[in-house]
Every structure is written in structure tokens, then in C-alpha cells.
Nanobody
Framework: QIQLVESGGGLVQPGGSLRLSCEAS????????IGWFRQAPGKEREAVMC????????DYVDSARGRFTTSRDNAKNTVYLQMNSLKPEDTAVYYC?????????????????WGQGTQVTVSS
């Protein structure tokens, strides 16, 4: 059974950091592209970052560039989203998703499997 389980969300003050984890089962994370998405209250879900099958990384949100990074631990079959210098506008539910393809895309339709989402709240 293919499954993605996220963890690591929570409440953090502005300027703080969080690391989200996305543990996969039923497939190996280095065989497909893995994307991170987020949905803020009252807004549509948007692509944040992606790691391709070959490890190439793509940023999709200008405001996150330089603050967010994604990495992959093949031994743990887990993908991470490291978020630094968090801002209130980063508040959202964050999702990881596995694409049925090797390269990255911002199109949600390309992602076949989704995690349950984890809430990130940035507030003082």
C-alpha cells in the first residue's frame, strides 16, 4: 500500500524554523518526483518545492526561496522540508505528494499520492 505520512508541523514564532518530514511506504522516494505543497486559509493550494527522481530541486514560491530547502534520505525513505526564517504568511497546511513521473511539475494533477497534511502556524 502506497502511503505518505507527514510530521513536524506546529506553532512557531516569526523567524523560527521547522522541519517537516514525509515518510513514504509502498514505494521508494528516489524513484519519483516528490513535491511539497501548501494551502493557506482562504487560498488555493500552491506548489512550494519539488525534488526530481534525480535529485534536482525546483522552487515554486519566490517568497520561500533562500529560506526553504528540501532534502531526501533514501535510507529512511523520507523527504524533508526545512523551513527557516518563517513568516506569518507561511502559515498553511503543508502536504507532500508523490508524482507519477520523474521530473518536477507544479501541476497537482501529476501527483498521484498525497500525505494527510500537517499544520504550520507562524505567530507570535
Amino acid at each position: 500500500q502506497i502511503q505518505l505520512v507527514e510530521s513536524g508541523g506546529g506553532l512557531v514564532q516569526p523567524g523560527g524554523s521547522l522541519r517537516l518530514s514525509c515518510e513514504a511506504s509502498g514505494f521508494t522516494v528516489d524513484n519519483v518526483a516528490i513535491g511539497w505543497f501548501r494551502q493557506a486559509p482562504g487560498k488555493e493550494r500552491e506548489a512550494v518545492m519539488c525534488t526530481s527522481r534525480f535529485g534536482a530541486k525546483t522552487d515554486y514560491v519566490d517568497s520561500a526561496r533562500g529560506r526553504f530547502t528540501t532534502s531526501r534520505d533514501n535510507a529512511k525513505n523520507t523527504v524533508y522540508l526545512q523551513m527557516n526564517s518563517l513568516k506569518p504568511e507561511d502559515t498553511a497546511v503543508y502536504y507532500c505528494a508523490a508524482a507519477g513521473r520523474l521530473s518536477c511539475t507544479r501541476s497537482e494533477a501529476a501527483y498521484s499520492y498525497w500525505g494527510q497534511g500537517t499544520q504550520v502556524t507562524v505567530s507570535s
